[in-house]
């Protein structure tokens, strides 16, 4: 426990001292959100506006939480490969699975930090939602499968991109470009159709769309994300890119060059 502890606060001390990835999973969802609640819902029926915002607002926690994954993990193991910790880190008797459990419990701290954040700047802004207590833990289990598959991929590029500030801009630029074809930054309905399959196989968007279904209301989504087989095949992409991450990072990235 103390190893996996240890990495822990050295973790979420270098992430909150990185200020280019604060920005990214802080700031920027919270100015979308104020930007967003006041741009595009000038054409919307009045009684439907709060919850439209609240829509923006879960899709803005939701790139926070990939931002922290897909950023500030990679961001932690090629910071620590610069530095030269990680080959002292290898040298000791420490498993990989204790690092890598100490580094994603800072993300998920820092996640939900910037999460909770994004949700009361929306509610500020006139964010309302819907949903009783079985609903909230199903929400619960969405954001913990969008940390899965942001971790995933954040692991996959923390191993392979060896520069600290090209893991940090590769891990943005994915998050960034994924967000804009599977419908994080626009409605699904507008999406042109083989874009609208994309969004529905991406587990981010999926378990977004999800999150709106059940704390905005399903008017809010073009389609059902809450069928057993979107349901399953969501979670099973979501685990697969966390193994898969895993599995690299332990092999790969958990060895001396």
């Given amino acids: 426990m103390r190893e996996i502890s240890a990495t822990f606060i050295k973790t979420l001390k270098e992430l909150l001292r990185e200020k280019a990835a604060l920005f990214w999973t802080m700031a920027w969802p919270v100015i979308w ?28 926690m939701v790139f926070a939480l990939m931002i922290a994954g897909m950023s500030h993990l990679p961001a932690s193991i090629a910071g620590d490969r610069s530095n030269g910790l990680l080959a002292k880190l290898m040298s000791m008797p420490i498993k990989p699975y204790r690092d890598f459990i100490g ?4 993300v998920i701290v820092l996640s939900f930090t910037a999460a909770g954040l994004v949700m009361i700047v929306g509610m500020m802004v006139g964010a309302r939602f819907t949903g009783s207590g ?11 499968l969008v940390i899965c598959a942001s971790a995933g991929v954040g692991l996959m590029a923390g191993t392979l991109i060896k520069n600290l500030h090209g893991a940090i801009m590769t891990g943005v630029g994915v998050a960034v470009v994924t967000s804009a074809l599977s419908g ?32 905005a209301g399903p008017e809010m989504i073009a389609y059902n994300p809450l069928t057993f087989g979107q349901i399953t095949l969501t979670i099973t992409i979501s685990l697969v890119l966390l193994v898969a991450g895993t599995a690299l990072y332990s092999r790969l990235g958990w060895k001396i060059d």
């Fill in 33 to 60: 959100v104020i930007i967003g609640s006041f741009s595009f819902t000038g054409s919307i029926p009045q009684a439907v506006v709060p919850y439209a915002k609240g829509s923006i607002a879960i899709s803005m």
């Fill in 103 to 106: 580094r994603i419990s800072a």
């Fill in 134 to 144: 079985v609903e909230i833990l199903q929400v619960i289990g969405f954001i913990l």
């Fill in 184 to 215: 994080l930054f626009a409605p699904y309905e507008v999406l042109p159709v083989p874009l609208q399959m994309f969004s529905r196989i991406y587990p981010i968007s999926s378990a977004q769309a999800s999150i709106v279904y059940l704390l």
